[in-house]
């Protein structure tokens, strides 16, 4: 913590105090029950009908029924204890993930019950929706219990609650049923506004102000734009001052600064959808801050591959804003970018797997979708290869119609803030992907707070395409979201217009400690051939041990033609060229338990065995290895 940080620290200590002794479970208040205006104005929805299921991180779970216990972990089946929320220690028991329990929390499948009922006006989602909602509230008393821990989740919570109040015309339905209107007005509403207040109170400030400060001003600035309490328009001019702020702050040149991949599509949507309310309630955001989410929205473009896919670079956990995919695993990276090209009317962000999905339908309805149909007629455009070295991330691509080499070289900082919560020792790591299919890859993320042997391979060094040395990470992991005694990256060089259409980049970081690591990234276009030098500079005269390892994806077959040589492919014809330094020996792992090496995780909580190709040598004097990767056929 920095100086500044130590008073807001102790005012939240008096504050907990103060609310364990006066106000942990206090029962829903009274209120003026607000009036409300639909902004969103939803009007056809081709959608079909969903399931009765929820994915969580691939666990299934029937909503409709099964009694939900809104305090267990699913994956273990024990449960956090209903006591002051604030007193919870989540970490002390090393088998129960509060994330497991949260994710079931943010209550994102009422929005799909909420939508079955708008197609089928059956009322028997709208008696499993008030069901439900009403055993949450009952279960979750203000402050009590694990649900009113973390800001975050109260205000996704807001955010869903949000669309269902649309999707369900809930003034009108009001109406039309006594039984809906003694609930809302008795319960629902009630309980919003205790999630508003909690929002507006318990703010992520100092070195805890990344994601989560921007999911409070998202949620507290949607719930105050739709329902008129008598604090909205307060909240409503903090949330939104709050947002102008952290958009500009957390990015740089779109560019989130916490370096997790998969959570840029997280914030997006905490930006995206206050954005687009405000639009519809004439409460518009600054010129600034529509610059600044446009040049997310090219980031995104210009960062994923030909599939859409992303180079998962730091962590991912599977969190989403708003969740409409039942069981799947989805890429809201797809979406998004529709979002762009109707905001900014920009066929740029579109190609051949664009859809015009769920939310996009509830966000721009109709209209949204013509001009989403007139944006698909057009020529879909041939990206190329894009460097910010100014942020640490550089494209390397080359794409002809439906094929694509594409490369990704990390020289960006460890993550964001004092804590870099999120992010990967992963310095100089690079990834492959051919025609969108992985074939060197990032290992993933696996686990937060639960198996913590997994927690700290899957952030490591040895993790990732990168060099590792002493078998020591770049940086000190100091416990599960905590960093300590950051690198400090640096771009050397970096030319996109070499002659012969050769591009290359150059990256180090600590460059003046006793090892340093130089890594040079050029990419033949030409010849569809990478060429990776390392250069070890070893300034201490002692005996290190330098590990270099080729982390592949699980369906890349791999074959050793020699010592120093491998031929790897897929089921899609792709065949890759491994040529590696014959100063090293070399070995293929897959699955290894002791040390833990060669594995993958697709997504939160779940992983599999994948192949390694690693060589280690131990040096006291300067060393330069040299790796060719060729790509034969695509």
Avoid at 364 to 372: H, I, R, S, T
Avoid at 393 to 417: M, Q, S, T, W
């Amino acid at each position: 913590m920095s100086i500044f940080e130590i008073p807001y620290r102790i005012k939240q200590l008096f504050q907990k105090k103060i609310e364990l002794m006066s106000v942990s479970g206090k029962p829903l208040e009274n209120i003026n029950i607000p009036k409300t205006k639909s902004i969103l104005k939803i009007d056809v929805l081709d959608i079909p009908l969903f399931d009765n299921e929820f994915s969580v991180f691939g666990k299934k779970v029937d909503f409709f029924n099964t009694k939900l216990d809104w305090h267990k972990d699913i994956f273990s089946e024990e449960s956090y204890q209903k006591t002051f929320s604030k007193s919870i220690n989540i970490r002390n028991n090393p088998n129960l993930s509060a994330k497991n329990v949260w994710e079931l929390n943010r209550l994102q499948f009422l929005t799909q019950i909420a939508i079955n009922y708008r197609l089928t006006k059956n009322k028997k989602y709208l008696n499993k929706f008030i069901e439900i909602n009403e055993s949450w509230i009952e279960s979750n008393p203000y402050l009590l219990g694990i649900n009113w821990y973390s800001n975050i989740e109260v205000n996704i919570r807001l955010i869903n609650w949000f669309f269902c109040w649309e999707l369900m015309d809930v003034e009108n339905l009001k109406i039309q049923s006594d039984t809906f209107k003694e609930f809302t007005d008795s319960k629902w509403l009630p309980s919003i506004y205790q999630h508003c207040k909690y929002s507006y109170a318990n703010p992520s400030k100092f070195s805890s102000a990344n994601n989560h400060l921007i999911s409070e001003y998202a949620g507290l600035y949607i719930a105050s734009s739709l329902w008129g309490f008598k604090e909205s328009n307060k909240w409503r001019l903090y949330a939104k001052e709050g947002l102008e702020t952290e958009i500009a702050k957390q990015h740089s040149n779109g560019i989130n600064k916490e370096e997790a991949a998969e959570y840029i599509q997280f914030i997006t949507d905490f930006f995206l959808l206050p954005y687009v309310i405000a639009n519809k309630n004439k409460d518009c955001f600054s010129q600034n801050y529509e610059k600044t989410l446009k040049e997310i929205f090219d980031y995104i473009r210009t960062f994923t591959d030909i599939k859409l896919n992303f180079p998962k670079y730091g962590d991912e956990d599977d969190g989403y804003v708003l969740n409409f995919s039942e069981t799947k695993h989805f890429n809201n990276f797809k979406s998004l970018l529709v979002s762009a090209s109707v905001l900014f009317f920009d066929a740029s962000y579109l190609n051949k797997e664009s859809i015009y999905d769920i939310k996009n339908q509830l966000l721009f309805q109709e209209d949204g979708k013509a001009l989403f149909d007139k944006l698909k007629k057009r020529e879909v455009t041939q990206l190329e290869s894009a460097y910010y070295p100014f942020e640490g991330h550089f494209i390397f691509r080359k794409r002809k119609e439906n094929k694509e080499i594409y490369a990704h070289l990390d020289v960006a900082p460890l993550g964001y803030l004092s804590i870099a919560a999120h992010g990967h020792s992963d310095i100089l790591s690079f990834l492959i992907t051919i025609n969108g299919n992985p074939f060197f890859i990032d290992s993933g993320t696996y686990s937060y707070h639960t198996e913590k042997k997994w927690r700290n391979y899957f952030v490591s060094s040895k993790a990732h395409n990168t060099i590792t040395i002493d078998d020591l990470n770049q940086a000190f992991h100091a416990s599960d979201t905590m960093w300590l005694n950051h690198y400090n990256p640096k771009v050397l060089s970096h030319n996109m217009s070499l002659a012969n259409g050769i591009e290359n980049v150059v990256g180090t970081y600590n460059e003046f400690s006793d090892v340093q690591h130089i890594r040079s990234f050029t990419f033949d276009k030409g010849n569809d051939e990478i060429t990776i030098l390392d250069e070890i500079l070893i300034r201490d005269n002692k005996i290190h041990k330098v590990f270099l390892p080729f982390h592949l994806h699980p369906k890349v077959i791999v074959k050793r033609k020699n010592e120093f040589s491998y031929e790897l492919s897929n089921d899609q014809g792709v065949k890759v060229g491994l040529d590696l330094d014959k100063k090293i020996n070399w070995d293929t792992i897959c699955g290894g338990l002791d040390p833990l090496l060669g594995w993958y995780s697709e997504s939160f909580m779940k992983k599999e065995p994948t192949s390694v190709i690693c060589g280690e040598i131990c040096c006291q004097k300067n060393i330069k290895i040299i790796t060719k990767i060729k790509i034969y056929e695509y």
